[in-house]
């Protein structure tokens, strides 16, 4: 379980087979799965999701962009990454070859919200 001190929140870019559909509630169920797999509450996260009409050379299913702060423990990545993969995986009923996260660590500095640049 992470922490309950306050970290920057993760944010997730998916992007989905076309024939893949989803509901309102799926992405509900999504950002549930995930936090609870996780151990983070939900509203600390962020997942957008893209249907992808087209896709050259390997094709997955869903391609998931994560995006955390450098601040987050080797550990707390790893719950993050996997928890994600795991949710789009039920949620999508993929088998785990069809689902990736890539992880884009975002230094203190690079990141304006609210107006303001965020320092960690």
């Known amino acids: 379980m992470l922490r309950n001190e306050f970290k920057p929140m ?6 989905l087979k076309s024939s893949l559909r989803y509901t309102p509630e799926d992405l509900s169920t999504l950002i549930e799965l995930w936090s609870d797999d996780a151990g983070i509450a939900s509203d600390e996260m962020t997942i957008t999701l893209v249907s992808v009409d087209q896709m050259a050379g390997h094709h997955y299913s869903a391609m998931a962009e994560l995006y955390l702060p ?45 107006g303001a640049v965020q320092e960690w």
């Open 10 to 15: 993760p944010i997730a870019h998916c992007r």
């Open 70 to 114: 450098t601040l987050w423990s080797k550990a707390e990545v790893a719950a993050l990454q996997l928890g994600l993969a795991r949710a789009l995986s039920s949620v999508f009923s993929l088998p785990a070859e069809e689902v990736i996260v890539l992880t884009n660590r975002v230094a203190a500095g690079h990141v304006v919200e609210s």
